[in-house]
Nanobody, 126 residues
């Protein structure tokens, strides 16, 4: 059974930092591209960041570029999202995603993405 379990969310003041983790089990992690998405109340789920299975290529949404960093540890089958200079508009539930298709991840093709975590709440106060 495949599981993706996010952690590290919480409440932080604007300008602060959080590090999200997504621990996986039950899948061949090293061949999956991984992504982070987020969904704010009343809005659609949106792409945040992605990393290829080789870690050689990453991709970011324009509104987080330069502030967020995605990384992965294939030995620990875990993907991370370091979030710095947080803004109130970053408030959302953050989801981890896994798919063998890079296009599906970076294209934000949420209905096609194979595996999702349950989400972790991030709240940024002004």
């Amino acid at each position: 059974q495949v599981q993706l379990v996010e952690s590290g969310g919480g409440l932080v003041q604007a300008g602060g930092s959080l590090r999200l983790s997504c621990a996986t089990s039950g899948l061949t992690f090293s061949i999956y591209h991984m992504g982070w998405f987020r969904q704010a109340p009343g809005k659609e789920r949106e792409f945040v960041a992605a990393i290829q299975w080789t870690s050689r290529t990453t991709n970011y949404a324009d509104n987080v570029k330069g502030r967020f960093t995605i990384s992965r540890d294939n030995a620990k089958t875990t993907v991370y999202l370091q979030m710095n200079s947080l803004k109130p508009e970053d408030t959302a539930v953050y989801y981890c995603a896994a798919d063998p298709s890079w296009t599906a991840i970076i294209g934000g093709l949420t209905p096609r993405i194979r595996y999702w975590g349950q989400g972790t709440q991030v709240a940024v106060s002004s």
